[in-house]
Every structure is written in C-alpha cells, then in structure tokens.
C-alpha cells in the first residue's frame, strides 16, 4: 500500500495495490508474547515496536477485524490502543467484543485529559515528546473493556449511511 499524507480524505489516505489488500495482522510474530498492544496503523504500530512493546494491527485500518484473528489472541493479555477519534473508539468496540472470551483479559487505553482529537501513539510518542515509559504508564492505567451496546452510550452517533446502519447493528446485536 502507498500511504498519501496529503489526501483530504481519510479514503484517499491508503492507495493500495488491487490483489494485495486483504485483511492481516502486520506482525504475526507479536503473538509469541503474552502482552499484545493493538494500535490502530502500521505506523502506530512500528513506532510502538521500536520503543520496546509487543505490538501489532490490522493492515486495513481500524474496526476491520476478522473473526478468524481471536483465536491467534486466546490466553493473551491484550491493551487496544486505538486512536482518539470516533473511528478509533468503532474499532476498540468491534475488536473488544471479539477478544471477549478468548484473550485473558482485554483492556483499553485512556488518553490523557486534553489529549489531541485524532491523536495516536505517534502524536504522544513524537509529537508531544513522551517517553516509551510514559507510555508504559498509559498502558499500565488502561481499563477494562466495555461492551457499549447503546449507541448512545458510545459518545458519538452512527453515520447516517448503509456502513452506519450495519454498525449500528453489530454494536445492538452482535
């Protein structure tokens, strides 16, 4: 895939190469650790991996998880650590109910107060200068997830769209 930073849309943000844009974990190997921290991108995620976390992501982007990946997370302690968007609290929903179960424990990190919409673990990390172990902290504090099924519990509201409909759906219904 060939990443656009210019685009004006988050659709337009991905190029990718017809044939080579199924859905996958990007670091497989991340499984052979009992602490997995699920970033929201494969920068995220590279960023994560270099200042000293097990970490990994889906190749296609936040929420786009398969049913098949659970199994891979079974008796793994796992911190989705997603960004502060709505995007990023659909895709902690969907992840989240899909690990219930199967990992050891599932849990969510908080962004401190104030913390940038749309920020990630590249904004806290590079941007606001933080520390891996000012991270650590952050994952330290995270909390349990939370099965919202109400959508109005979610703090945000579907979009009014067929993709909106079906998630409003899932998040009701499973």
């Not at 659709?11 to 844009?21: A, E, P, S, Y």
């Not at 494969?42 to 000293?52: F, H, K, N």
Request: proline share 5%; hydrophobic share 40%.
């Amino acid at each position: 895939r060939l990443y656009l930073p210019n685009a004006t849309t988050l659709k337009g943000k991905m190029l990718g190469i017809v044939g080579h844009n199924e859905r996958r974990l990007f670091r497989p190997e991340a499984e052979q650790g009992d602490d997995i921290l699920l970033t929201e991108g494969e920068l995220d995620c590279i960023l994560a991996v270099q200042s000293g976390f097990n970490a990994d992501t889906v190749t296609s982007g936040a929420g786009n998880w398969h049913p098949t990946f659970s199994a891979r997370f079974k008796s793994k302690r796992v911190v989705i650590a997603y960004d502060n968007d709505d995007t990023g609290r659909r895709g902690t929903q969907i992840v989240g109910r899909e690990l219930l179960g199967v990992a050891a424990s599932v849990r969510v990190l908080v962004w401190p107060p104030g913390f940038k919409a749309k920020g990630d673990i590249t904004d806290y990390l590079v941007e606001l200068s933080n520390t891996p172990e000012d991270f650590a902290r952050l994952i330290e504090a995270a909390i349990p997830f939370i099965l919202i099924k109400d959508e109005k519990d979610w703090g945000y509201k579907f979009p009014l769209t067929d993709l909106g409909n079906a998630e409003r759906f899932v998040a009701r219904f499973g």
